[in-house]
């Protein structure tokens, strides 16, 4: 079984900046795309920036140019610089990852798991 465990959140002013961390871990052979994705109340859960085993980053629009997005592959975890944060940013935020998972000796499969979330919260 693999798992993803979020940190980093937490209250913060408008302006400020946080940085959230992801790690995952268990029976993975490869990760491939791993991201981040945020739910506010009442609302859906929608993308905030993705990245590639390669390094290439994809962001929602409405945090471009305010978050970064990084990983390091060796530690299987990806990061969220968010600078210039705004109340609008408030939300859950979700580690998702594609990846293989080992299942037996020999047997591999392509599964997608999501983290429980951490809760980030801009208000003064």
């Known amino acids: 079984q693999v798992q993803l465990v979020e940190s980093g959140g937490g209250l913060v002013q408008p302006g400020g900046s946080l940085r959230l961390s992801c790690a995952a871990s268990?029976?993975?052979?490869?990760?491939?795309?791993m991201g981040w994705y945020r739910q506010a109340p009442g609302k859906q859960r929608d993308l905030v920036a993705t990245?590639?085993?390669?390094?290439?980053?994809n962001y929602a629009d409405s945090v471009k140019g305010r978050f970064t997005i990084s990983r390091d592959n060796a530690k299987n975890s990806v990061y969220l610089q968010m600078n210039s944060l705004k109340p609008e940013d408030t939300a859950v935020y979700y580690c998702?990852?594609?990846?293989?998972?080992?299942?037996?000796?020999?047997?591999?499969?392509?599964?997608?798991?999501w983290g429980r979330g951490t809760q980030v919260t801009v208000s003064s």
């Open positions: 990245i590639t085993s390669g390094g290439n980053a």
């Open positions: 998702n990852a594609d990846l293989s998972e080992r299942i037996s000796y020999s047997q591999s499969v392509d599964a997608n798991y």
């Open positions: 268990g029976m993975i052979i490869s990760i491939d795309t």
